[in-house]
């Protein structure tokens, strides 16, 4: 039984906070201190196929990263789909129940559970947030992404909601301009309402990127050249549709772009190719002149045709920013280092009683 065992259910108010890359940067740091960690998701967020697939994905990346087998790493209880939900309205429901099972079955000093998309999520089956965190009982680090908009509020309910279970706030992804607030105003204003922020990761253009490959499975693209090099990293995204003086102006002031132009612009191409591009899009159906595919191998600068107009595509490319799983390699090296400066292990160590 893990009735005496320590849970720290890791929390979002929002989807693509950072709440698996947290996760895994602080296990790591456990791990190191020797403890043995156990890692369960309770509500699979699968409104779609090809969601429930990367489920699957990242439990298997969890996984392999944090080196857990057999009774330390339990599949979704309850997978949110449509289904699911229909079949649940107006039935009692058994899933605290099962969740209290689902943790019992878990073998770890500490048991990680990791959140929804929000707070809220699974309150039909009696698994929110805070519901999950007075039943079994668990301990809750809120981890948020800045916006001094919305973080203010969003705090301030937490709280309400989760009262002593809330042990402490990451706040993730602060912009230099962010800092001083930070320091100076929020976290004295959240101190005096009881709430603890544990640490304030800075803003970091990789963890906002996007691979390739990605790209390249999301557009449905097709890849013309240079397929050894899909694991590069996009940090921004630029569409090439004026003249080339212009545009050579505009792409000398991109780092690592993704180029959107169509197929037909030969001008544009070679300009990207020039500058700071990890790849190019091409839309519409003319095949990339035979200097442009020699141009990007000597390069080793990836190009992908499409089949959607420029403006789906950017669409689609803007959507991926920060929205991706953590499956890159260098996006987990990246997040781990983030954690260990910026995050006091010892402190959370001490409030779990580890």
């Known amino acids: 039984m893990t009735t005496n065992r320590r849970k720290l259910l890791v929390a979002s108010t929002e989807a693509y906070t950072g709440k ?4 895994i940067g602080i296990a790591k740091q456990l791990q190191q201190r020797g403890v043995k960690l156990a890692y369960g998701k309770p509500i699979g967020t699968c409104f779609q196929e090809n969601d429930r697939v990367e489920d699957e994905q990242d439990l298997q990346f969890i996984s392999q990263l944090l080196n857990l087998r057999g009774n330390s790493l339990k599949p979704p209880l309850l997978l949110l789909d449509e289904k699911t939900i229909i079949s649940c309205l107006g039935q009692e429901n058994q899933y605290q129940f099962q969740l209290q099972q689902y943790c019992d ?3 770890g000093d500490l048991i990680l559970l990791e959140g929804a998309n929000n707070l809220f999520q699974g309150q039909l089956f009696h698994l929110s947030i805070p519901e999950m965190a007075h039943a079994l009982p668990a301990q809750v680090l809120l981890v948020v992404r800045y916006n001094l908009t919305t973080n203010v509020d969003q705090i301030l309910l937490a709280k309400q909601l989760l009262q002593d279970k809330l042990i402490g706030v990451l706040v993730n992804s602060v912009p230099p301009e962010g800092v001083e607030i930070m320091e100076d105003k ?3 204003f959240y101190h005096s309402r009881g709430i603890e922020v544990l640490a304030c990761l800075p803003k970091n253009r990789l963890l906002h990127s996007v691979s390739v ?3 390249v499975r999301q557009l449905k693209a097709k890849v013309l050249c240079c397929e050894h090099r899909l694991d590069l990293m996009v940090e921004s995204l630029t569409v090439g549709a004026m003249n080339v003086n212009a545009a050579l102006e505009y792409f000398r002031r991109g780092r690592n772009m993704a180029v959107i132009t169509g197929s037909d612009r030969t001008d544009l191409q070679l300009a990207a ?23 990007a191998e000597d390069l080793e600068v990836p190009i992908l045709m499409v089949d959607y107009d420029t403006l789906t595509t950017v669409e689609i490319v803007n959507r991926a920013f920060g929205k991706v799983r953590l499956h890159e390699p260098v996006k987990v090296e990246c997040m ?15 409030k779990l009683n580890l």
């Open 186 to 188: 929020l976290k004295p």
């Open 273 to 295: 190719l020039e500058s700071s591009t990890t790849c190019l899009i091409l839309t519409g159906h003319v095949p990339p002149q035979p200097l442009i595919l020699s141009r």
């Open 336 to 350: 781990q280092q983030l954690i260990q400066e910026h995050f006091p292990i010892d402190v959370l160590m001490e």
């Open 213 to 215: 490959r990605e790209l």
């Open 105 to 107: 079955s878990l073998e």
């Open 20 to 23: 698996t890359a947290t996760i």
